[in-house]
């Protein structure tokens, strides 16, 4: 299995521009996570997915946020528009089930400037 | 709640020696723990985890940590330390059954020569 792929590896952006981060989760994962790693606030976990189904999304900052995952095999989480304050690495993760741990994905660089 | 706590946020150590990473837990009923490794500028990999088999669960890359629920502690340990090992530790609980994991601070381990 090539383990979870996120796209791209880095991002650079203007600000206001409309960022849109990919993830291909491990196949028969039925969890999805995005989480956002930066080193004022570490690692936040922004919204995740059971069977394509978004169950918790109370860590989306804020409304220029947005995630989907129309099938089993791909989600994306979306900017718009995009600020500053947004440059961070951003992981994707897939999960079996809760005591399985997760895989991450490499991360996205965003630098929006 | 379900909660970790990592007691040290920085620990530093030479090459050759132990390496004892602490992590205290807050769970309302029989958790799953875990430690993630993320190596600069690299995404987060399970080295270990704990689901209520046996107390003492031996990871990757000769890692090692003991459940004890008298202590409610998790500590991440091993007997020499290697260069390689310089890295960002985290210990993580799962979410009740939500799936949902939740991370630590971190512990950022330093090996000197």
């Known amino acids: 299995d090539a383990g979870v792929i996120q796209s791209p590896r880095h991002e650079v952006t203007e600000m206001g521009q409309e960022v849109t981060l990919r993830c291909k989760p491990i196949?028969?994962?039925?969890?999805l996570f995005w989480y956002r790693q930066t080193m004022m606030r570490g690692l936040e976990l922004l919204i995740y997915f059971n069977n394509n189904v978004p169950i918790d999304d109370s860590g989306m900052p804020e409304d220029r946020f947005s995630a989907k995952m129309p099938n089993a095999s791909f989600s994306t989480l979306k900017i718009q528009p995009s600020e500053p304050r947004d440059s961070a690495v951003y992981f994707c993760?897939?999960?079996?089930?809760?005591?399985?741990?997760?895989?991450f994905g490499s991360g996205t660089r965003l630098t929006v400037v | 709640a379900q909660s970790v706590t990592q007691l040290d946020s920085h620990v530093s150590v030479s090459e050759g020696t132990p390496v004892l990473l602490r992590c205290n837990y807050s769970?309302?009923?029989?958790?799953?723990l875990f430690w993630y490794v993320q190596h600069p500028n690299k995404g987060l990999q399970l080295l270990l985890k704990y689901t209520s088999a046996a107390t003492l669960v031996k990871g990757i890359n000769g890692f090692e940590a003991e459940f004890k629920k008298s202590e409610t502690s998790f500590h991440l340990t091993k007997p020499s330390a290697h260069m390689s090992d310089a890295a960002e530790y985290f210990c993580v609980v799962n979410s009740g059954n939500t799936g949902k994991l939740i991370f630590g601070q971190g512990t950022t381990l330093q090996v000197k020569p």
């Open positions: 993760a897939s999960s079996p089930g809760r005591d399985w741990g997760y895989t």
């Open positions: 769970s309302s009923y029989s958790p799953s």
């Open positions: 196949s028969g994962h039925d969890y």
